[in-house]
T-cell receptor, first 116, second 111 residues
Framework: DVKVTQSSRYLVKRTGEKVFLECVQD?????MFWYRQDPGLGLRLIYF???????EKGDIPEGYSVSREKKERFSLILESASTNQTSMYLC???????????????FGDGTRLSIL | DAKTTQPTSMDCAEGRAANLPCNHS???????VYWYRQIHSQGPQYIIH???NNETNEMASLIITEDRKSSTLILPHATLRDTAVYYC????????????FGKGTSLLVTP
């Protein structure tokens, strides 16, 4: 089974701090994703990466950056945390699709981040 | 991505089959039907996907009508651990990476 592991289930940080969320996958997937999930707003894509050192902005990249130095690891960085970044953060991975359908995305269990 | 419509909630007795419907009447010929679920306090979990033929895996079966305008996810022997929100998504390859979950169906499996 695909295993996507996020470094923390719960995290509490203060406004203005630089926050790092780590994600590791063990299935040699090319694609990795960071989403945030908020009640009533559903899942929103922050960034994704299709290869080492490659990244693309998603729908809500403002206030975030990412790093992918190794294929299995994708980090989300909150440059200067703010209270409106309090959310559930979900990492996902998938194979690169060479077929007519999108490869399914496999998710970690999420990090519930609170910014005080 | 085509719009989908799912019931807000459903109940199912443990051990019985859970049949979760999804309407996608505007589906295009190149769009696949995907099902994910999210158990409380966990990340979403991929279940199954299909184009037009019925599909089965170790988790569930997917039945797609001949006109492809609706589908049903079947959990053959529901357990308490199947209590979750189930999301039906219709999308084509290359339609963007972001998964857009609607409101889904909240399935409650009762003893």
């Amino acid at each position: 089974d695909v295993k996507v592991t996020q470094s923390s289930r719960y995290l509490v940080k203060r406004t203005g701090e630089k926050v790092f969320l780590e994600c590791v996958q063990d299935m040699d997937h090319e694609n990795m994703f960071w989403y945030r999930q908020d009640p009533g707003l559903g899942l929103r894509l922050i960034y994704f990466s299709y290869d080492v050192k490659m990244k693309e902005k998603g729908d809500i990249p403002e206030g975030y950056s990412v790093s992918r130095e190794k294929k299995e690891r994708f980090s989300l960085i909150l440059e200067s945390a703010s209270t409106n970044q309090t959310s559930m953060y979900l990492c996902a991975s998938s194979l690169l699709s060479h077929t007519a359908f999108d490869q399914p995305q496999h998710f970690g269990d999420g990090t519930r981040l609170s910014i005080l | 991505d085509a719009k989908t419509t799912q019931p807000t909630s459903m109940d199912c007795a443990e051990g019985r089959a859970a049949n979760l419907p999804c309407n996608h009447s505007t589906i295009s010929g190149n769009e696949y039907v995907y099902w994910y679920r999210q158990i409380h306090s966990q990340g979403p979990q991929y279940i199954i996907h299909g184009l037009k033929n019925n599909e089965t895996n170790e988790m569930a079966s997917l039945i797609i009508t001949e006109d492809r305008k609706s589908s049903t996810l079947i959990l053959p022997h529901a357990t308490l651990r199947d209590t979750a929100v189930y999301y039906c998504i219709v999308r084509a390859s290359g339609s963007g990476y972001a998964l857009n979950f609607g409101k889904g169906t909240s399935l409650l499996v009762t003893p």
